[in-house]
């Protein structure tokens, strides 16, 4: 919630302006406002029944080919802005491949500096609060950039920097802590249980960069029907996204999780590889850091594709062998038809709509 509501605006100008030129509708406010709702219902449909069968599907691709199916149908292929379109294709390579390559990375630390270690238990409590530190600052960089400025307050680069590090070295010291007084846990049930209370951190930094990015898909057709709406039929590339409509992508994802996220949170936890907390933390941590500078610098990347790459990560550092290729395979394929299906049930509710308001 805190994600999609302090950190969701500049991915949604680029859903909501970049896929298509809106000023090509302002002769046709109606048509537009119609297009809008469709790609929404279209782009829900087919994520209703991914989540359904437990895929792993992309939220941005789905809204992306919903738009593009609106497009298509009511003023021709040209009209689609294909640079955009192919710009953010390219993150089913470019986003799963920074996640895994960093997620291999990050695990490989860990087993370097704790997990091999003589005495696990000691190195984890003197190296987990350094990774904490890192998650709070990621975190909180994002927080002071974009969600402060939200509230009126603006801080210079000096100032958001500061602002990271404080809350970073403040994370890192309650984290020391946790572990001090869990050390002889620790020691009895092993290492891996500190990276357990590792995982409550990176966890929380996961859902915060996955609303940050992901509240686009939602609000960045509503956001452009509010503003049509609001302006009296005056179609802008340029209005802002309303607080409100922020908080409504924000309760709609929370609500979506709860109802719908089981399926698809076995098939990325179980079905790639098995996880344990320091394999779990290393893939959160990446795909986190990863959906986080692509929110910051609003480009609209999946965070579900982010987030496999990052367990298919941490697995390749455990060896090829320690991966579920089918799964992989499976959902892939459920990949590559996501834009052509939120394409054809936009099409589909754009003329089921069009009849009922005789537009």
């Known amino acids: 919630f805190l994600g999609a509501y302090l950190a969701g605006g500049e991915v949604t100008s680029t859903i909501r302006k970049g896929i298509v030129d809106p000023s090509i509708y302002q002769k046709n406010p109606d048509i537009f406002i119609i297009g809008m709702m469709s790609a929404s219902l279209g ?41 955009t379109v192919v710009s953010i294709a390219s993150s089913w ?80 010291f309650v984290t020391y ?53 609001q302006s009296e039929g005056m179609i802008s590339s340029q209005s802002g996204v309303q607080p409100w ?9 929370v609500f979506g999780l709860t109802i719908l996220g089981k399926n698809v949170i076995k098939t990325v936890g179980e079905n790639i590889t098995t996880l344990t907390p320091s394999l779990g933390f290393s893939a959160e941590l990446a795909t986190a850091s990863t959906v986080v500078v692509a929110s910051y610098i609003g480009f609209p990347i999946s965070t579900t594709h982010t987030l496999v790459g990052g367990v298919i990560g941490v697995g390749l550092a455990k060896g090829v062998g320690h ?18 299906a939120g394409a054809t049930l936009c099409i589909l509710f754009y003329v089921i709509l069009r009849l009922i308001f005789n537009v």
């Open 43 to 83: 782009a829900g449909l087919w994520l209703v029944l991914a989540s359904k069968r437990g895929w792993p599907v992309s939220t941005t691709h789905s809204i992306v080919g919903a738009i593009i199916g609106f497009v298509i149908i009511s003023k021709g292929y040209s009209n689609v802005s294909w640079g």
């Open 93 to 172: 390579v470019t986003s799963p491949l920074v996640s895994a390559i960093l997620a291999f990375v990050l695990f490989l630390s860990a087993k370097k500096l704790i997990l091999d270690k003589r005495n696990p238990g000691k190195a984890a409590i003197k190296i987990i609060p350094f990774y904490s530190f890192y998650v709070a600052l990621v975190i909180s960089l994002v927080i002071a950039k974009k969600g402060l400025s939200k509230t009126g307050l603006i801080l210079n680069d000096q100032e958001v920097i500061l602002f990271g590090i404080l809350i970073g070295v403040f994370t890192a």
């Open 177 to 229: 802590i946790l572990l001090i007084r869990n050390s002889e846990n620790i020691k009895k049930n092993g290492v891996e249980s500190a990276f357990a209370i590792l995982m409550i951190i990176s966890a929380s930094a996961m859902a915060f960069a996955h609303g940050s990015n992901d509240v686009a898909n939602a609000i960045g057709p509503l956001s452009a029907v509010v503003s049509t709406v």
């Open 245 to 253: 409509v922020l908080f409504v992508g924000a309760i709609g994802i």
């Open 323 to 340: 991966l579920n290729l089918a799964s992989i395979g499976k959902i892939v394929t459920s990949w590559l038809i996501t834009i052509p």
